[in-house]
Antibody, heavy 117, light 110 residues
Framework: QVQLVESGGGVVQPGGSLRLSCAAS????????MHWVRQAPGKGLEWVAF????????FYADSVRGRFTISRDNAKNTLSLQMDSLRPVDSAIYYC??????????WGQGTTVTVSS | QSALTQPASVSGSPGQSITISCTGT?????????VSWYQQHPGKAPKLLIY???KWPSGVSNRFSGSKSGNTASLSISGLQAEDEADYYC??????????FGGGTRVTVL
């Protein structure tokens, strides 16, 4: 069955960096585009970034463009999100999700990022 | 990248039908048949209910149905059940490989 397992969350000071990972299994990883979606405490869902199936190009929400970098390693079935210049407003649960017909078809359980001094 | 507009809350009695609206613009909802809907129970990851405006993923109940008219999409839930009490989000693809979510709707089963 499809599994997406996020890791790498934690507590970081403002201005710091963190790298999230999403380990995929149960499907042919390099056939699918992949997303990162986040949810701040008590708030709604916010799309963060998308990586094409072949890793050729990433796309970003305005709120993170220039600070976050999405990447993937199709040989290791892994999606990553490098987060730099973190701000308190970046505190959230970060989910990776598989793209299907422009929808977020499968979701991981999420990893929590807290940006605080 | 403005969020799509959803009502904050909708309620209904068991067995009734409810509808949740999702209003965007011609750059997102109105411009693409790429609207999707998600259900999220507290402390859980979201679950895909509808994609491509009105298609069901495998395993999703046909009590959930989607539609679109102009810049507004809708999710209908028929035969409301206690387990349907959750948060619901719409999403749309927009230009330049950007996606946007609605603010979410809390559904309460009375």
């Amino acid at each position: 069955q499809v599994q997406l397992v996020e890791s790498g969350g934690g507590v970081v000071q403002p201005g710091g960096s963190l790298r999230l990972s999403c380990a995929a299994s149960g499907f042919t990883f390099d056939n699918y585009g992949m997303h990162w979606v986040r949810q701040a405490p008590g708030k709604g869902l916010e799309w963060v970034a998308f990586m094409r199936y072949d890793g050729s190009r990433g796309f970003y929400a305005d709120s993170v463009r220039g600070r976050f970098t999405i990447s993937r390693d199709n040989a290791k079935n892994t999606l990553s999100l490098q987060m730099d210049s973190l701000r308190p407003v970046d505190s959230a649960i970060y989910y990776c999700a598989r793209n299907y017909h422009y929808a977020f078809e499968e979701w991981g359980q999420g990893t929590t990022v807290t940006v605080s001094s | 990248q403005s969020a799509l507009t959803q009502p904050a809350s909708v309620s209904g009695s068991p067995g009734q039908s409810i509808t949740i609206s999702c209003t965007g613009t011609s750059s997102d909802v109105g411009g693409y048949n790429s609207v999707s809907w998600y259900q999220q129970h507290p402390g859980k990851a979201p679950k895909l209910l509808i994609y491509d405006v009105n298609k069901w993923p495998s395993g999703v109940s046909n009590r959930f149905s989607g539609s679109k008219s102009g810049n507004t999409a809708s999710l209908s839930i028929s035969g409301l059940q206690a387990e349907d009490e959750a948060d619901y989000y719409c999403s749309s693809y927009t230009t330049n490989n950007i996606w946007v979510f609605g603010g979410g709707t809390r559904v309460t089963v009375l």
